[in-house]
């Protein structure tokens, strides 16, 4: 247990689907993100939320739209997604913004299948 | 840019030692973090280097080289659940978030 909750654990959605993954963090930290892991790839960072203000935007497409409505809640909503979308899809939070020694603990992730 | 580079698999036997590299060519180089994953769980951090040498800590220990642009994890007396994914992760001055590597899929044979 890490201390940050995803759901769902897995999804499968149609192109034509609008759907949303949830991510929650129970340890009082100020900066939340959102990584994609697709097969055999590194983790790409998509957006780092600091005190709830968007900080960065990793030149995701905008069929992806996050929302942090407090410095513990991070969302991912999703519409017309293609299929190369499928992928884990992994948040984390870190007590301050940034890569200087700051330890990120992840959730578990949502497994998304776009088909 | 940031490049990280690490083998995508490796095996090895239960009660024997493995050494997991990275390498990695980065501009602002602010430390390099180390995370095991499970299959379908979360990464969870094993260690942090900002420093040259060695950290250990207990069965596993991690070295880095700054000047080499180089790390690798030293895992002792493993064991079965040390089966995993290796990820190597990198902090930049100026970037909002590690960069990571592909990671190295373990496989601990009996």
């Known amino acids: 247990e890490t201390g940050v909750t995803q759901t769902p654990r897995h999804l499968v959605m149609g192109m034509t689907n609008k759907k949303s993954l949830k991510c929650e963090q129970h340890?009082?930290?100020?900066?939340m993100y959102w990584y994609k892991q697709s097969a055999k790839k590194p983790l790409e960072l998509m957006f780092v939320?600091?005190?709830?203000?968007?900080?960065e935007n990793n030149s995701v497409p905008s069929r992806f739209s996050p929302e942090c409505p407090n410095s513990s809640h991070l969302f991912l909503h999703l519409h017309t997604l293609q299929p190369e979308d499928s992928a884990l899809y992994l948040c984390?939070?870190?007590?301050?913004?940034?890569?200087?020694?700051?330890?990120?603990?992840f959730g578990s992730g949502t497994q998304l299948s776009v088909l | 840019g940031q490049n990280i580079d690490q083998p995508t698999e490796m095996t090895a036997t239960e009660g024997a030692i493995v050494q997991i590299n990275c390498t990695y060519q980065?501009?602002?180089?602010?430390?390099l973090f180390w995370y095991q994953q499970h299959a379908g769980e979360a990464p969870t951090f094993l260690s942090y280097n900002v420093l040259d040498g060695l950290e250990e800590k207990g069965r596993f220990s991690s070295f880095l080289s700054r000047s080499k642009g180089y790390s690798y994890l030293l895992l002792k007396e493993l064991q079965m659940k040390d089966s995993a994914s290796y990820l190597c992760a990198v902090g930049h001055t100026g970037r909002r978030a590690l960069t990571f590597g592909s990671g190295t899929r373990l496989q601990v044979q009996p």
């Open positions: 939320y600091n005190f709830k203000e968007q900080t």
């Open positions: 984390a939070s870190s007590q301050k913004e940034g890569a200087l020694r700051e330890k990120l603990f």
């Open positions: 980065t501009s602002g180089f602010n430390g």
């Open positions: 340890l009082g930290h100020n900066a």
